[in-house]
């Protein structure tokens, strides 16, 4: 069964940052692409950014400069780091894996971010 565990949201002022980290479970990880979203309620759930087994990283063009998504395979860990945050940010975050051998694709829980402008 796999799954994916995140953390780290929290409540933030504007311009500040916050590091979200997602564990996975039951997956071949280092074949893994891994991914971030965010969706606040009402809108559909967008891509932040994706880090592929290569690692090769791609962002969201309202992200590109801010944040940063890293893994470690030693750890079965993709993190976000979030700098200069703004209101905009405020979502739920969710962290996508989708399986390189398989191609099936799982969703963690979401965690909470709230910027405070």
């Known amino acids: 069964q796999v799954q994916l565990v995140e953390s780290g949201g929290d409540l933030v002022q504007a311009g500040g940052s916050l590091r979200l980290s997602c564990v996975a479970s039951g997956i071949i990880f280092s074949r893994a692409t891994m991914a971030w979203y965010r969706q606040v309620p009402g809108k559909q759930r967008d891509r932040v950014a994706t880090i592929t087994s290569a690692d090769s990283a791609n962002y969201a063009g309202s992200v590109r400069g801010r944040f940063t998504i890293s893994r470690d395979n030693t750890k079965n860990t993709v993190d976000l780091q979030m700098n200069s945050l703004r209101a905009e940010d405020t979502a739920v975050y969710y962290c996508?894996?989708?399986?390189?051998?398989?191609?099936?694709?799982?969703w963690g829980q979401g965690t909470q971010v709230t910027v405070s402008s």
């Open positions: 996508h894996a989708e399986s390189g051998v398989t191609g099936r694709r799982y």
